[in-house]
């Protein structure tokens, strides 16, 4: 069991916007910024989004974070086929001391 | 641009020790600054955070897998390592080695992972 709960599946039709939730609680997401990963089939975790809507570079602007509170979600506009990926969201929790990761959201476009 | 390549055995005996090594190149591994992870995946599950270093040596452990590992640096030779000891099956995971790990550093380069395999 994951310390913050992602939905296990999403998906979209091409050119479709989907949202992935990551909820968590007030040690990690409610205190700390929230990070997010791709991982391509396959293929290791990527670096995707950082202090919770930040875009390293190179990640295309279809990309986008945001978080309220406890909760924190990723949008992905513009789905594409290359978009097919499992996406984890990630924070520091205080409490813990370590951290923490969602399960995980495979994103299957249809 | 900084890349990452984990190195070690595959398989590992229960009860022993799993050593693995990461390899830095493209970036120096004392830049100020910087921590270095490791992270592991059981297989088809999510990811689980095992520890960082810095440069100077330093380190912090995940609370959970305290007990049991060590990661060192070396950074002449711009690797750094990790030591988890009384392995058993449920250590069978990728493992991953990554630059970051605070809460002010993501991780922002991953190796490409290593399978190991618990199992005698």
């Known amino acids: 069991q994951s310390v913050l709960i992602q939905p296990p599946s999403a998906s979209g039709t091409p050119g479709q916007r989907v949202t992935i939730s990551c909820s968590g609680g007030?040690?990690?997401?409610?205190?700390?910024?929230v990070d997010w990963y791709q991982q391509l089939p396959g293929t290791a975790p990527k670096f995707l989004m950082y202090?919770?809507?930040q875009r390293p570079s190179g990640v295309p602007d279809r990309f986008s974070g945001s978080k309220s509170g406890t909760s924190a979600s990723l949008a992905i506009s513009g789905l594409r086929s290359e978009d097919e990926a499992d996406y984890y969201c990630?924070?520091?929790?205080?409490?813990?001391?370590?951290?923490?990761f969602g399960g995980g959201t495979k994103v299957t476009v249809l | 641009q900084v890349q990452l390549q984990e190195s070690g055995p595959g398989l590992v005996k229960p009860s022993q020790t799993l050593s693995l090594t990461c390899s830095v190149s493209?970036?120096?591994?004392?830049?100020?600054?910087?921590?270095w992870s490791w992270i592991r995946q059981h297989p088809g599950k999510g990811l689980e955070w095992i520890g960082h270093i810095y440069y100077s040596g330093s380190t912090y452990y995940s609370p959970s897998l305290k007990s049991r590992v060590t990661i060192s640096i070396d950074t002449s030779k711009t690797q750094f390592s990790l030591k988890l000891t009384s392995v058993t099956a449920a250590d069978t995971a990728v493992y991953y080695c990554?630059?970051?790990?605070?809460?002010?550093?993501?991780?922002?380069?991953w190796g490409q992972g290593t399978l190991v395999t618990v199992s005698s």
């Open positions: 007030s040690s990690n997401i409610g205190s700390n910024y």
């Open positions: 990630a924070a520091w929790d205080d409490s813990l001391r370590r951290w923490v």
């Open positions: 990554a630059r970051g790990g605070t809460k002010q550093q993501p991780f922002d380069h």
């Open positions: 493209g970036g120096s591994i004392s830049s100020g600054g910087n921590y």
């Open positions: 202090r919770n809507n």
